[in-house]
């Protein structure tokens, strides 16, 4: 990506373009000169931007609420929905290895990137200009927002909901965990013993296979 498009994306113009580049290239692709150091820095910054914007725009949430709403947009699947958005993963710079792998669509090299990217411009700028770029990168994703109550996680909110009917907590059981250790698929069921019903969930993780199993439960309940 070149500092014209880089503009055309985001209005934002780079006076050191090798601080672009460096946080375009991934470790694989140099040991030296990588975006870690600008991914670590753009993460706090992200976090900062997005935490002021919350704050003034939702003046009746509480700081449960408010840490929740950031934690939905700044977790790694936001950010890789938005990278994929503006077709970063073809401009991020990957070792032969990774790059053959097909690796610049995986969800942490290009959410990596983008808290790079971040980092990258603030230290071209000031955090004045680095929060312009992040909302307007957020833009869509913030409009398209819902309310403080749907970005609860799916076990959060069935047991919120069973707690509130003093009804018996689902349980969790792993039943399968196939593949390779760092690849395992996991089979995950959620059972509620008062009401006799039972559903199942898959995932790359126990967590994730739960939430899908807990969502499910939540569809059965027509919640």
Do not use: W
């Not at 030296?32 to 910054?45: K, P, V």
């Not at 990168?137 to 609860?152: A, F, H, M, N, P």
């Amino acid at each position: 990506m070149t500092p014209e498009e880089f503009f055309a994306l985001t209005g934002y113009q780079f006076e050191q373009e090798e601080l672009l580049e460096q946080a375009l290239t991934h470790r694989s692709y140099s040991q030296s000169s990588n975006n870690e150091r600008l991914e670590f820095l753009g993460d706090s910054i992200l976090n900062l931007s997005i935490s002021i914007h919350i704050y003034a725009h939702y003046p009746e949430a509480s700081e449960g609420e408010l840490t929740r709403i950031r934690a939905a947009l700044v977790r790694q699947a936001t950010l890789a929905q938005i990278a994929r958005g503006i077709r970063l993963g073809e401009h991020i710079r990957l070792g032969g290895g990774d790059l053959k792998s097909g690796s610049h669509r995986r969800a942490s090299i290009l959410s990596d990137a983008m808290e790079a990217l971040i980092g990258a411009v603030y230290l071209d700028s000031d955090f004045s200009h680095a929060q312009r770029v992040v909302l307007g990168l957020y833009q869509q994703t913030l409009l398209d927002l819902g309310d403080v109550e749907s970005l609860k996680d799916p076990k959060t909110r069935l047991q919120e909901y069973l707690q509130g009917r003093q009804m018996t907590l689902p349980h969790y059981l792993v039943e399968t965990a196939t593949g390779k250790s760092h690849e395992q698929i996991f089979t995950v069921s959620c059972k509620l013993t008062g009401l006799d019903i039972e559903t199942r969930g898959r995932g790359s993780s126990r967590k994730k296979a739960e939430q899908q199993a807990a969502q499910k439960m939540l569809e059965a309940l027509k919640l």
